[in-house]
């Protein structure tokens, strides 16, 4: 049989998994909920029934070369999460050393986001480039930052944090970390609903269909449903988002002169109602030897599929 490695993608609201060969081809895959168990023994005893028949089917454990994981605040020099502001577990969890007992593999563990630019660079559209920064606008807003052709991981394996990046000093609080105004508040599917409510609730008056549903029971996903059909709310959300995230890319830019910025993840769905605000703001926002360079663009990958084979990608040798 064929070696092949496992990769799991472990996000703050759904856990991705597959079986990869080696020419980054998933043979199977499946996911979990992640935050449906308190504690993270739980949650990888339900890993391991999960993926139990997927490494049986694929030729048994002697054929698997490792597990590769992408997870917040996922540390590759240690192998843990360590604070992980979107997980129900909180402090330090070793993750890889509790992986690898259960299935008797070896494991690797990196931050959820470099995982996935790891997987854009091997297998999607940054395939050949050596500098660039891909955007996960998911539950939170996570980012890998690719420079000189390697993931930059700084002196403790925590660099590139730039969901946690303070955009509006004073502002919105994010209740994971503490801190006010992240563009992680903002720009994630969680941020927009936070917008929706905001906005309909300090304009009792304005018209919208979004008024249709409970404040409990507004998402990402009814904005932009709302949108689509013309709701100027819904639209104002998206404006707003795309601002603020384009503001922000625009001092990445600055620092670190990409060739190309990857989103990805559940937001890009919405597809120019979030690109076209974005966009904008990014470029009014870049001083001029920086315009009109640098290539914005949505990830080509199936969603799930960057982070799977990234987080494959770290046990190839």
Same mark, same amino acid.
């Given at each position: ?80 999460? &360590? ?48 500098? $660039?920064? /891909? ?58 609903? &936070? /917008?929706?409510? &905001? ?7 304005? &018209? ?13 996903? /009814? ?14 959300? $998206? ?38 605000? /974005? ?10 030897? $920086? ?6 663009? $949505? ?19």
């Amino acid at each position: 049989m064929s070696e092949f490695a496992i990769g799991i993608d472990i996000g703050g609201t759904n856990t991705k998994f597959g079986i990869v060969d080696k020419n980054g081809v998933i043979l199977a895959q499946d996911r979990t909920l992640t935050n449906e168990h308190d504690n993270v023994q739980e949650f990888i005893e339900d890993l391991y029934l999960k993926l139990t028949p997927l490494i049986a089917k694929a030729g048994g454990a002697d054929n698997c070369i490792g597990i590769g994981i992408g997870a917040p605040n996922g540390n590759y020099y240690t192998g843990n999460i &360590e604070h992980a502001a979107n997980l129900k577990w909180k402090g330090i969890i070793p993750l890889a050393s509790m992986v690898s007992e259960k299935f008797g593999i070896k494991v690797k563990v990196t931050n959820d986001a470099n995982a996935a630019a790891v997987g854009e660079m091997m297998y999607g559209c940054a395939k050949g480039m050596k500098h $660039f920064i /891909t955007i996960t606008l998911g539950t939170g807003v996570g980012s890998g930052i690719v420079i000189d052709g390697k993931i930059v991981l700084g002196h403790d394996g925590f660099a590139g944090e730039l969901g946690h990046v303070v955009v509006r000093p004073g502002g919105r609080l994010h209740k994971g970390t503490g801190v006010r105004g992240p563009l992680e508040a903002y720009a994630s599917a969680t941020g927009v609903r &936070e /917008t929706a409510i &905001e906005i309909l609730t300090e304009n009792p008056q304005t &018209e919208s269909l979004l008024r249709d549903y409970s404040l409990n029971d507004i998402t990402s996903q /009814t904005v932009y449903e709302c949108a689509v059909k013309g709701d100027k709310i819904a639209g104002q959300i $998206f404006d707003f988002t795309g601002q603020i995230l384009g503001e922000a890319l625009a001092n990445f830019i600055m620092f670190s002169s990409p060739e190309a910025i990857i989103l990805f993840g559940g937001l890009t769905k919405a597809g120019d109602l979030i690109m076209n605000p /974005t966009r904008d703001a990014m470029e009014k926002n870049l001083i001029q030897v $920086f315009k009109n360079k640098v290539k914005l663009m $949505f990830s080509e990958l199936k969603e799930a599929d960057a982070a799977i084979l990234g987080a494959s990608a770290l046990v190839w040798d």
